[in-house]
């Protein structure tokens, strides 16, 4: 994994807007509705061709393929594995409970993106791993000469399959995220093996808590996440920690956040994982302050930083000095080499869904990079 030795690099979460063409043939597939496969896979590679290319353009050094093939980040499993099967209803967070007339104008403006949330009804294997070996060959490819630093692909943790999709089947929420984690093991394998880094995205560790368990306590919350944490390293075991990423966050949605747990409480759990490079929230107004903890609280010597100094919810573009400001930050409390300028979430988490207008994001990720080349400037000295 590339370091910012002598440049603040800059990535993001990895979901990004997706073409009307990508939308439609995604919906199709999910509904099992009849879709030419040789079409399916052109229309991807040719999206992903063009994303890198503007995520080059914005002056983005650490490129994915904005998750152009999944029609979300947690819920593409049911195309990959087996014993997944029909609908199910969508837990919606407790801060949006608490103000119902908000959570309904939400739902009837279409602010909640539609698609199928499968149960497990059977037992878990891989059905097939065609899907990620095309991820990764659209994405080598589409990287080819484009003078990406490098690029990474998303996979889905164990635990936010396991907060997403109901268990019917197993019985006991440890044998589900052992089922879980041995059958992600070989998609996480292959795009290690790829060259490509893994990011594993784990809302589970952060949102879980004031949405699929936000009738537990703090404690039975922290229980499950450190299950959580013992099978998702167990499907990492053997993988490299410098070739993988993990991001955590508290839900990609405007709301009023005020049941978020702080990343105060959720640090000796993250702190567990595996992978080298945390991705975590630190441009939205509900988080922005929690950057203080690095002061008393220090970072592990395996660990590097990606802070968000983006925020996902806004359409406000923020001002490359703010970006800049909120780097400065981070590196004088960890070291300018230990932090990767990202945003707080991905820009695209649900396809044809987000509170990012297409073009925004694109201005966004552009105050990203000059953001990262001021604060650049003022580390590095260029």
């Given at each position: 994994?590339?370091?910012?030795?002598?440049?603040?690099?800059?990535?993001?979460?990895?979901?990004?807007?997706?073409?009307?063409?990508?939308?439609?043939?995604?919906?199709?597939?999910?509904?099992?509705?009849?879709?030419?496969?040789?079409?399916?896979?052109a229309v991807m590679a040719g999206s992903v061709a063009a994303i890198v290319r503007q995520q080059r353009d914005a002056g983005v050094d650490i490129v994915s393929?904005?998750?152009?093939?999944?029609?979300?980040?947690?819920?593409?499993?049911?195309?990959?594995?087996?014993?997944?099967?029909?609908?199910?209803?969508?837990?919606?967070?407790?801060?949006?409970?608490?103000?119902?007339?908000?959570?309904?104008?939400?739902?009837?403006?279409?602010?909640?993106?539609?698609?199928?949330?499968?149960?497990?009804?059977?037992?878990?294997?891989?059905?097939?791993?065609?899907?990620?070996?095309?991820?990764?060959?659209?994405?080598?490819?589409?990287?080819?000469?484009?003078?990406?630093?490098?690029?990474?692909?998303?996979?889905?943790?164990?635990?936010?399959?396991?907060?997403?999709?109901?268990?019917?089947?197993?019985?006991?929420?440890?044998?589900?995220?052992?089922?879980?984690?041995?059958?992600?093991?070989?998609?996480?394998?292959?795009?290690?093996?790829?060259?490509?880094?893994?990011?594993?995205?784990?809302?589970?560790?952060?949102?879980?808590?004031?949405?699929?368990?936000?009738?537990?306590?703090?404690?039975?919350?922290?229980?499950?996440?450190?299950?959580?944490?013992?099978?998702?390293?167990?499907?990492?075991?053997?993988?490299?920690?410098?070739?993988?990423?993990?991001?955590?966050?508290w839900g990609n949605y405007e709301g009023p956040h005020t049941h978020d747990m702080p990343l105060a409480d959720l640090l000796p759990v993250l702190f567990k994982?595996?992978?080298?490079?945390?991705?975590?929230?630190?441009?939205?107004?509900?988080?922005?302050?929690?950057?203080?903890?690095?002061?008393?609280?220090?970072?592990?010597?395996?660990?590097?930083?990606?802070?968000?100094?983006?925020?996902?919810?806004?359409?406000?573009?923020?001002?490359?000095?703010?970006?800049?400001?909120?780097?400065?930050?981070?590196a004088g409390l960890v070291g300018p080499e230990r932090v990767i300028a990202g945003s707080d979430c991905g820009f695209g988490t649900f396809a044809g869904f987000?509170?990012?207008?297409?073009?925004?994001?694109?201005?966004?990720?552009?105050?990203?990079?000059?953001?990262?080349?001021?604060?650049?400037?003022?580390?590095?000295?260029?």
């Amino acid at each position: 994994m590339k370091r910012s030795t002598d440049r603040i690099l800059t990535t993001h979460v990895g979901s990004l807007p997706r073409p009307e063409a990508v939308v439609e043939l995604l919906f199709a597939q999910d509904r099992g509705e009849a879709y030419d496969p040789g079409r399916f896979d052109a229309v991807m590679a040719g999206s992903v061709a063009a994303i890198v290319r503007q995520q080059r353009d914005a002056g983005v050094d650490i490129v994915s393929d904005g998750e152009t093939s999944k029609i979300s980040y947690a819920t593409y499993i049911r195309h990959r594995l087996t014993g997944f099967e029909g609908d199910s209803a969508r837990p919606t967070p407790q801060d949006l409970d608490d103000y119902p007339d908000y959570r309904d104008r939400l739902v009837k403006e279409g602010a909640s993106a539609k698609y199928l949330r499968p149960v497990c009804r059977g037992p878990i294997a891989v059905k097939d791993l065609g899907p990620v070996e095309r991820d990764i060959a659209h994405l080598q490819a589409a990287m080819e000469g484009s003078g990406a630093a490098e690029g990474f692909l998303n996979a889905v943790s164990p635990g936010t399959i396991a907060v997403f999709q109901p268990d019917e089947h197993y019985g006991s929420y440890e044998a589900y995220l052992a089922a879980l984690a041995a059958a992600m093991r070989p998609e996480y394998e292959r795009i290690v093996a790829s060259g490509l880094l893994l990011q594993i995205d784990c809302p589970d560790l952060a949102m879980g808590r004031h949405s699929r368990f936000k009738h537990d306590s703090d404690a039975e919350f922290l229980h499950r996440a450190a299950l959580q944490v013992e099978a998702l390293n167990e499907a990492l075991a053997g993988l490299p920690p410098d070739r993988m990423r993990l991001h955590i966050c508290w839900g990609n949605y405007e709301g009023p956040h005020t049941h978020d747990m702080p990343l105060a409480d959720l640090l000796p759990v993250l702190f567990k994982v595996r992978p080298m490079a945390l991705l975590i929230e630190g441009a939205n107004a509900r988080h922005e302050h929690e950057w203080e903890i690095w002061q008393d609280t220090k970072l592990p010597d395996d660990k590097i930083l990606v802070p968000g100094v983006l925020d996902t919810c806004s359409n406000v573009v923020e001002h490359p000095r703010l970006v800049a400001q909120r780097i400065l930050r981070f590196a004088g409390l960890v070291g300018p080499e230990r932090v990767i300028a990202g945003s707080d979430c991905g820009f695209g988490t649900f396809a044809g869904f987000g509170p990012v207008h297409p073009l925004i994001c694109w201005e966004k990720l552009r105050a990203l990079a000059e953001g990262a080349r001021i604060a650049s400037a003022e580390l590095f000295g260029h």
